[in-house]
C-alpha cells in the first residue's frame, strides 16, 4: 500500500470532471477555402450512353434530374462520369437512377435507357490537407488565418442559409449543398496537464474529418450518429520524438479544424442540412474516470404495480424495483491504481433511496466493467406517459485513496414495457396502443439545426393531438432523448442504414485515401506513434490510438491501416459501430422502448442475405443494450422471399396494411406493429382543387388516408399500434407538386408548427376525451373556395353520431360515426355565415357543438408566445422564443386567408434566429446566414393563411427584457415581451 501512495503523489491531485460548453465561438468559411472547383458540364465530352460500369468505385447521388445528376459530378472534384437511368431501364435503376463515378471504369455492360459521360480531362482536385498539417495556406494548419471568417455558434445548418432554386436538388429542399469549415481555438488550465480530454460531436452532417492543432484526428461519415475524439491521446512525431499534441496553460491556444463535406453524396432523399449542426461539448477528467457512455443502468420492475384510472397516463407505483448498474472505469494513468465506486439511486425529489458500493484495481492504460444491484424498497414511481412522468437520478461516483475523482449524474426512469403477440404492448402493466408519428429533424427557421426549446414544442403539440410515440428515419439527436423523458413521449430509435450500397456514403477521406474512420475514441496510455486498437469491431486505427469502442485495448505494436476487403456476407464495421454507438448513448432513455434496424428500401427485403446482415447488426445492438426487443422498418408484403425478417423481435411493416392479419395468421407468437403509415398530404388552410402550388389532399380526403391507417392497427387487440407519416412537415420530399414547393405535406402540423385540419381525427380517437371531442372542418368559413362553390365538410369526433348545420339548416341529415372513422357529409356548397357541427351519443343526447363562422376584415396583429413547459428564458445564446404571428379582425378572430407582409424587429438582449409561415412554397429566407436580409434589412415575413412564425434567440450572457414588434401595412402592430434571466 505505501508503494501504492508514493505512486498517487507522483501522478498529482484528482480532477474533478468538468464538461465545457463548446458551442460558442467557432470559426466558420463556407467551400474549400481559396478553392472552387470549376463547374463546366461542356467538360463531359465522351459519351458513354448505353452502358454502365461494371463495378468501380461511386456513389449513388439522390436527384431527380439528368441535369442535377451531372451537375452532381460536375461540381466534385472526384467524379469522373456520371450515369443516369430514366424509368424503365435494365439492368434495374440503382436508387434515384444517379451515379457518379470516381474512377476510369475499366469494364461496362450494355444498358438500356443510360445516359452516360466522362470527362475528357481530370479537373485539378482542392489542395489535400496532411495528415499533419503544417501549411498555414491550409484551413487545417493551426496558424492559417481565419480572422476573415464569420463567428457562430453550433448548433449551425449551413445549408439552410442558402438561396432557393429550382436548379437545385427537389427532394432536399431545393437548396444548395457544400463543403465547409469549422475551427475553434481554446484553451486548458497548467493545473489541469495529465486529465483526460475528449471532445464530443453529436451529430456533424457529414463526412467530417478533424484536426488538433494540425494533427489529423480521423474521419467519421455518418451525418446522424455521435461521435468522439480523446485529445490527450493525440501526438506526433515518431519513436522517442513522439510528444503530445494537446497544449496546457495560458500560451498558444488550442486549434480544432473540422471539414464538413455535405455536398458530395447525401444519406437519403429529405432535407439533410449540412455542419455542425448539432451540439459540441468539451470534457475534462481525472485520468482515472468513468468512460464515456459508460454507465448502463438497466431496472426492472420487481414489485405488483398500481395504477389510477388513467393508467400509464396518470401516476403508477410498484412495490419494488431494482436498478442493475454496470460502470465501465478506465486508467489512464501510468501506475496501478485501487478505486472504489459508489452508486447512488436517487427519487425525483432527490432523496437517496439506494446505494451500492465496489472496488477494484485497475493496471496503468486498462478498462475494467463493474457490475452492482441497488433494491428500491415501494413506493417505487414509474416513468409514464404522463405528462411530466417521475424521473430518478443515479449518481456515479469514483474514489481513490478517499477523495473523489470523478462523478457521472445519469437521469433514468423505471417502468415496465412488454411487447405481447395477442395483447399489443403494455407499460407497466396496461395495455397502451403506439399512436405515433414519425419525424424529421428539420423545421422552419431553424433548418436541422434545431433548439431545445424548439424540439420541446414539438414534442408537447404532439402530445396534445394523443400521440405517444415519437419515431426519427436515423438517430435523433441527445437534446430529444432527454425531452422525451421529461415529458413521456416513447421513443422509436432508428438506425439508418444496414448498407452503403442501398443508401451510399463516401468511406474516404476527400484524398481518396483509406481511413479506419475513427469514431467514438478510447483513451490509451503510453503507446507507439502507430497503434493497432483492438476493438469490437473495427481492426485497426491511424496517429492517436482512438479507437471506436470503449472497451476497446491499445496494443503495443504497428500494424498499418489497410482498406477492408468487403464481404458480401459480412456488415461494414463502420456501419456496425455507428449502430452500436446509437445504442450506448440512448439505452439509458426509459423513453426507448425499441430499436430499429433499418428503414424501407434499406431493410433489403427479398435479399437473401438480408437475413445474414440484420443479425450482426443485431448483435451489435445486444452487444450494448439486452433490455429492448429489435424491430425494423420493412416493406414486407405477402409472398416476400426475404430473411431479415426472422430475426426481428417485433414484427413491423411499412404501410401494406393488407398485410396485417395475414402476417399475424402466420406468426401468431412474433409481436407485432403496424410501422410507418398514413402519408397523408395536405395544406394548412387550404380546401381548393390540387394546384401548382398546394392541395394534393385535403379535408376529408386527408383524414380518409389517416382513418384507413389508423383502422388497420386499432381494429385488433393483437397490433401494437402504428406511427403515421409525419407529425410535422419537413424540408425537402416536396412530392407530386415539385417547384416551388420547397418541403413536404405530410404533417398533421405544418413546418412552422401550426395544426392542420387532420389533427381533429387524431384527438378524436387518441385522446382520453375523445367522445366528447368535436372539430368541424374546413376551419375557414370566411373564403374556403367561391361562393356557391363546393367544399368537402367533415366532423372528427369519437361521438356515435354528427351533424352539420348551415345558417341554421341541416345538411344531410344525422350521421353515424364509424369504429376509428368520421363523419363524412361530401361536397357542400360554400354560402358565408355559420357553419356549425353537433355530436350526440348512440342514444341521441347532445355532446358537444363546434363552429366556423365568416370573420371580418383584417385590421391587426397579434403576437403570443407559445410555451407550453413554463421553464424561464436563460440568456445563454441557444434558447429562444417561440412566437405565434396572427392576422385577426376587429373581434380577434384570425383571417384565414390573410397573407400580409409581416416585419418584425428586436429590442434588448435578443435576435431573430428564424422565421417561417408553413407555406410550401415561401421562399422567404429561414435565416440570415451569408445572404443580406431583403426589404431593407429587416425581417419581412408574408403570413400564410392567416399566420406566421418568428424565433427569437437569448443573447448569451446579456439577461433583460426583450421585445418581439411586428407590424404590417395597413393593419395595427403588436408587441410580445419575454424576460431572459
Known sequence: MGRFLVLLAVCGGATAREIVEFDSDWQFQLGDAGYAPPCNTSAFSTNLSGSVCDGGTGTLIFVSTLALCEQACCGDPRCTYWEWCEQPCLPASPGWGCKNGYD???????????????????????????????????????????????????????????????????????????????????????????????????????????????????????????????????????????????????????????????????????????????????????????????????????????????????????????????????????????????????????????????????????????????????????WNTAARPPLYTVDSTLWIGGAAVDTVTTVIGIRSAVWTPTQGFQLNGVPTPLQGFSNHQSWAGCGNAVPTRVDEYRITSLKEVGANLWRM??????????????????????????????????????????????????????????????????????????????GAVCAESVVACAPAVPSPDLADPQLLQDIYDMVLRDRNHPSVIIWCLCNEVGCDIGDADGGVFAAQFKAAINAADTTRPITANTEWTVGSQDTLTTVLDVMSCSYNYGTYELYHKHHPFRPFMGGESASCTSDRGYYGPTNATRGLLNGDAAAGCAATSWTAAASTEWASGSVAWTGHDYKGEPGAIGWPDINSHFGVYDIAGFEKDRGGYYRSWWLSSGASFVRVSPRDWTAPVAVGAPVQVAVFTGAAAAEVFLN???????????????????????????????????????????????????????????????RPYVADGQDVALVRCAVVDAAGQVVPGASNAVTFTVEGPGAVYGVGNGDPANHTPDKVGLKALPYGGVWVLPAYMGLARAIVATVAGQPGQVVLRAVAPGLVGAQVAFTTH
Open 808 to 870: 341554421g339548416v341541416s345538411v344531410g341529415g344525422r350521421k353515424p360515426v364509424p369504429p376509428f372513422g368520421f363523419a363524412d357529409f361530401g361536397a357542400v356548397k360554400f354560402a358565408p355565415g355559420n357553419l356549425t357541427a353537433v355530436t350526440y351519443t348512440a342514444a341521441g343526447a347532445v355532446v358537444g357543438f363546434d363552429s366556423v363562422v365568416t370573420v371580418g376584415a383584417a385590421v391587426a396583429l397579434r403576437l403570443s408566445l407559445e410555451d407550453a413547459t413554463g
Open 104 to 382: 476510369s471504369c475499366p469494364t461496362r455492360s450494355p444498358a438500356q435507357n443510360w445516359t452516360a459521360m466522362a470527362r475528357a480531362a481530370p479537373i485539378t482536385p482542392p489542395p489535400t490537407p496532411a495528415a499533419v498539417c503544417t501549411d498555414p495556406a491550409q484551413p487545417c494548419a493551426p496558424g492559417f488565418p481565419d480572422g476573415g471568417w464569420r463567428t457562430v455558434t453550433t448548433p449551425h445548418d449551413f445549408v439552410v442559409e442558402g438561396a432557393y432554386a429550382a436548379t437545385n436538388d427537389e427532394e432536399h429542399g431545393f437548396l444548395p449543398w457544400n463543403v465547409s469549415w469549422y475551427r475553434r481555438r481554446f484553451s486548458i488550465e497548467a493545473a489541469q496537464a495529465g486529465s483526460a480530454v475528449w471532445v464530443d460531436f453529436d451529430g456533424v452532417y457529414k463526412n467530417s474529418d478533424v484536426w488538433l492543432n494540425g494533427v489529423y484526428l480521423g474521419h467519421h461519415t455518418s451525418g446522424y450518429v455521435a461521435f468522439r475524439y480523446f485529445l490527450h491521446n493525440a501526438t506526433q512525431g515518431v519513436g522517442a520524438a513522439r510528444v503530445p499534441v494537446l497544449r496546457y496553460g495560458g500560451g498558444t491556444p488550442n486549434v480544432l479544424a473540422v471539414r464538413v463535406d455535405a455536398l458530395s453524396v447525401q444519406e437519403g432523399w429529405f432535407y439533410e442540412g449540412g455542419g455542425i449542426y448539432r451540439h459540441v461539448s468539451l470534457t475534462i477528467a481525472d485520468p482515472v474516470h468513468i468512460s464515456p457512455w459508460g454507465v448502463y443502468l438497466p431496472s426492472a420492475v420487481t414489485g405488483a404495480i398500481t395504477s389510477g384510472p388513467l393508467g400509464a397516463l396518470g401516476p403508477q407505483t410498484a412495490a419494488s424495483a431494482s436498478v442493475m448498474p454496470q460502470t465501465d472505469v478506465t486508467n489512464s494513468r501510468a501506475v496501478v491504481v485501487l478505486f472504489a465506486l459508489t452508486t447512488t439511486v436517487r427519487d425525483p425529489n432527490g432523496t437517496a433511496v439506494g446505494v451500492a458500493n465496489s472496488s477494484g484495481t485497475l493496471p496503468p492504460g486498462a478498462a475494467a466493467t463493474l457490475f452492482q444491484e441497488v433494491l428500491l424498497s415501494g413506493p417505487v414511481q414509474l
Open 473 to 550: 428515419s436515423y438517430p435523433g439527436n441527445a437534446q430529444l432523448m432527454d425531452l422525451a423523458d421529461a415529458h413521456g413521449m416513447l421513443m422509436w430509435v432508428e438506425n439508418r442504414m444496414l448498407r452503403y450500397a442501398v443508401q451510399p456514403v463516401v468511406a474516404t477521406l476527400h484524398d481518396g485515401a483509406p481511413r479506419c474512420n475513427p469514431t467514438q475514441g478510447f483513451d490509451c496510455a503510453g503507446g507507439t506513434d502507430q497503434q493497432t486498437c483492438t476493438a469490437y469491431y473495427v481492426p485497426c486505427s491511424v496517429g492517436s490510438c482512438n479507437c471506436e469502442w470503449s
